[in-house]
């Protein structure tokens, strides 16, 4: 039984470049979360989605967006890239109200 | 918004010493759940408590919910060097998602 999944595992981008990160969810979950983990600190909560909708938002700029397909896999896209973007990247899933499941993350890092 | 403080942010014990951590949130909480990430790795689901004043055990681990639901805490008995990483607590106030404290590093000497 798989995991959640992250790709990639490592992105370098330079500032004003766009990146998509990708995830799937353990099997059987149908909610995805994400977070952004700077060096040192807790995870800070973006956005979750279920049922392919944006369901609750974290303090994060429009910058951000993601999506959610049919199969419950989900995409973090950040615009306009700033050096203080640079942070570990996690996905999580869950059951509605259930505990998080993370990955591995991708670690993003801005030049 | 809410917020969620986590002290201390470090703590250095000699191994089969006690570890305790504390959680405390600006809003009553839904529930909170604790969390351990080890170095280099991601978080791992640890418990998550409910009800007002519960205590939940599990092994060494003994884990708090106050009474007033804004705050938490996790005890460790006769830490081992597995234990080593960071431990978060993780409330979840209902509209904002989980809102993680900065998490306590816990660092063992044999």
């Known amino acids: 039984d798989a995991g959640v999944t992250q790709s990639p595992t490592h992105l370098i981008k330079t500032r004003g470049q766009q990146v998509t990160l990708r995830c799937s969810p353990k099997?059987?979950?149908?909610?995805v979360s994400w977070y952004q983990q700077a060096l040192g600190q807790g995870p800070q909560f973006i956005f979750q989605y279920y049922e392919e909708e944006e369901r609750q938002r974290g303090n994060f700029p429009d910058r951000f967006s993601g999506h959610q397909f049919p199969n419950y896999s989900s995409e973090l896209n950040v615009n306009a890239l700033l050096l203080g973007d640079s942070a570990l990247y996690l996905c999580a899933s869950s059951l509605v109200a259930g505990p998080e499941h993370f990955g591995d993350g991708t670690r993003l890092s801005i030049l | 918004g809410q917020q969620v403080m986590q002290i201390p942010q470090y703590q250095h014990v000699q191994e089969g010493e006690d570890f305790t951590t504390y959680c405390n949130s600006s809003?009553?909480?839904?529930?909170i759940q604790w969390y351990k990430q080890r170095p280099g790795g991601h978080p791992v689901f640890l418990i998550q408590l409910v009800k007002s004043g519960e205590v939940k055990k599990q092994k060494r681990l003994t884990f708090q919910f106050g009474e007033a639901k804004k705050n938490s805490s996790l005890h460790i008995t006769a830490t081992q060097t597995t234990d080593v990483g960071t431990y978060f607590c993780?409330?979840?106030?209902?509209?904002?998602?989980?809102?993680f404290g900065k998490g306590t590093h816990l660092i063992i000497q044999p």
């Open positions: 099997s059987g979950h149908d909610t």
């Open positions: 809003t009553t909480l839904s529930n």
């Open positions: 993780a409330g979840d106030g209902g509209a904002d998602g989980l809102t």
